[in-house]
């Protein structure tokens, strides 16, 4: 047990699906998962662990952010062992390739974020993901027939910026942008477990294509499908 997590050792798979919010694990526990069992309700950030099609299968809420996702991913990895964590979460669309509900994977993340050299000494602003599950999601995508953008995002400690402030995100060639991968990728790095991200785009800062909080939570279905698939291989 941690601050954060009740979960009893062996209560978590060795794969991990994290959702930003905790109310989206519930529902792919409840609609994804046989015989899902709750191990987590600390500050509300839910946890289930079930089977896939066979598969046992953990899915938990990180939360916003990188202290946040710091936390949780941290303890997942080292309190309870667990070997890879697919964040699948949302980001908001630089790239006008990119439209609403369109899937990313990152392939890189780039950050201004002092999470990796407070928490280390790692002065790498990119972080990355694991190479050989970044290829198992590229593979699985082209099994299932989802389309699957690839490229890097902006993992960002700030979500309201003021008007005319340049973040650097364009001259480091960001697709899109969330905040959370970073801590994410650094955490698995240091800690020599895996780790990848899948995006949903939400929002675009180039078309103007928003979504409700309806439709972010049950309209994810393909990536949800994408990551659960790639998780029992
Ligand atoms: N996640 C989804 N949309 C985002 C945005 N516009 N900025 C940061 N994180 C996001």
Request: charged fraction near 20%.
């Amino acid at each position: 047990m941690t601050p954060h997590n009740q979960a009893q050792p062996g209560e978590i798979a060795p794969i991990v699906l994290m959702p930003g919010d905790p109310l989206r694990a519930k529902y792919i526990a409840e609609h994804y998962l046989d015989d899902a069992v709750c191990f987590n309700t600390v500050r509300n950030m839910f946890g289930y662990t079930g089977t896939y099609k066979g598969t046992r299968i953990s899915v938990m809420g990180s939360g916003m952010g990188m202290p946040s996702i710091g936390i949780y991913s941290y303890e997942l990895y080292t309190t309870y062992h667990v070997e890879a964590i697919i964040r699948i979460g949302s980001c908001g669309a630089y790239s006008p390739d990119l439209h609403t509900f369109d899937i990313l994977a990152a392939d890189s993340c780039w950050s201004p974020s002092t999470y990796a050299q407070a928490q280390s000494g790692d002065t790498r602003d990119i972080q990355y993901p694991d190479q050989n599950l970044l290829h198992t999601i590229e593979m699985t995508a082209q099994q299932l027939n989802i389309p699957l953008h690839i490229g890097r995002l902006h993992s960002s400690d700030v979500f309201y910026y003021e008007e005319g402030i340049n973040n650097g995100a364009a001259e480091h060639n960001c697709m899109a942008v969330e905040m959370e991968s970073f801590a994410l990728f650094h955490n698995a790095d240091i800690t020599h477990k895996k780790a990848a991200c899948l995006c949903t785009v939400s929002d675009s800062f180039v078309y103007d294509e928003d979504t409700t909080p309806q439709q972010r939570e049950t309209s994810f279905q393909d990536m949800m499908k994408l990551a659960l698939e790639a998780a029992r291989k």
